[in-house]
């Protein structure tokens, strides 16, 4: 409750310091509006449904790419560990994309699949994939043999082993690129939705550059305010429980 | 408390016989002989003590028991069957703990009785719970890996062992890393639960004193490549207490031998 409060007044003093220099008129009240115009838009725009819509549909393309992308990656991240020849090859192509900016993933999905969700799919899924992979080997390779040595003197082997002991042994390394890979997707799907207009759907990406194109600055950090919120719930509600799981089990905790 | 006949009944112990196993690997660009033509035979129920320095191989020979390392030459036979695995009838203690953090004191002894077939999941948890009673760990149920001591670790990976109700219990250096009093108590308990059990013990140590004070019978390795250089009877009663002057009359003994059979300039090359 006191770390709760002691934020509440960090954030509340942030809002009191734009408003004094709001007041001060050092800018223009175009380029910085007061934090209550801001609130007006949020408020207008939650009124009129285009902030939950808006909200939705991003959410629904980047839960959609996500989960893809980890159904995708974690196996191919275990087989990569396991096979030399996969680790050679698949793990080799998985190092490189991972520090390719996944940004640059957005002309090559506009010219493949045109302004569709398809694009959008895409760009997650690769902003998700290879990370995945790349923690996913990486944390078994970290795994202790000793510990597949111990499993198989109880009777267990081949895929029962790799189930029971080696993923959840390398459960820490994969919980970690899990949550890059929601850094890595998160930021792509942004890129994506500023990049290019989808009549399939109006994502907050959308709302950010026509915010631009109209010179409302108030709906540009309005909507900046809701992403960086989606981003603060999306680290307490996903991961935070499964770092606490973690901490409490492996003793890693301060 | 109505147990298992999984406990109830009289746990057995079976015969080994290791005969003629070989055994080199690489270690880096250098090979190792680990092992050159090795035979020992094992009784039902006996505790044997497996002793030399570091790279005689003796660890390698526990492998090759254990079935989780396959011999270049030569078999080895549990009561007569040859090993070409790993067994629930062979269960290891290994130096380090080697207890899986992710689960709690009581799912780590479960773990090898989860993979038990006949036993239902109320009856794989009274075995359980009798095994953590009997290295008295009875309060530590749900405690997880990393609140253990590294004495109440090694008691756990103890019960872990014992719980699929081996005929066979291999112990490698399992005691090396504990402080001198930790150790002394777990000497105690495993004479006791030895004695209770009746298991058949193969025990790898450097240390001759913890040989000595467990052992029926001690096997003294040298390295390089790895052979065995001598047997020792030990007919102490029991239980013994390794601070004893008896005991230590028979390790001045064991250990002088051993310093015979390593030559200063094979230890030097460790």
Redesign the interface.
Known sequence: MKRFLQALLFFVAMGLLWEALFRARLWSPVLVPSPVTVGQYLWEALRDGTLASAILVTLKRLLLGYVFGLALGLPLGLLTARFRLLADTLGLLALGLQALPSVCWVPLALLWFGQTEAAMFFVVVMGTLWSVIIATDNGVRNV?P??A????????SGL?TWLV?IL??A?PFIVGGMKQGWAFAWRSLMAAEIYVTILSGFGLGHLLHYGRELNAMEQVIGIMLVLLVIGLLADKIFFSPWERFLH????TAK | MNLPSEIAAEALSSKLSVQGVSKTYRSGARRVHALDNVSLEVGEGEFVCLVGPSGCGKSTLLSVIAGLDQADAGQVLTDGAPVVGPGRDRMVMFQESALFPWLDAIGNVMFGLRLKPGLDNAERRKVAEYYLHLVGLEKFHHAFVHELSGGMKQRVALARALAPNPRVLLMDEPFGALDALTREQLYGDIQRIWQQRKKTIVFVTHNVREAVCLGDRVVLFSPHPGRIREQFKIDLPRPRDINSVELARHATAITAALKHHVRPETEAGE
């Open positions: 202790p000793i510990y040595r111990a499993a198989r003197t109880m009777g267990s029962h002991v959840p042994a459960l409490r089990r492996w003793g």
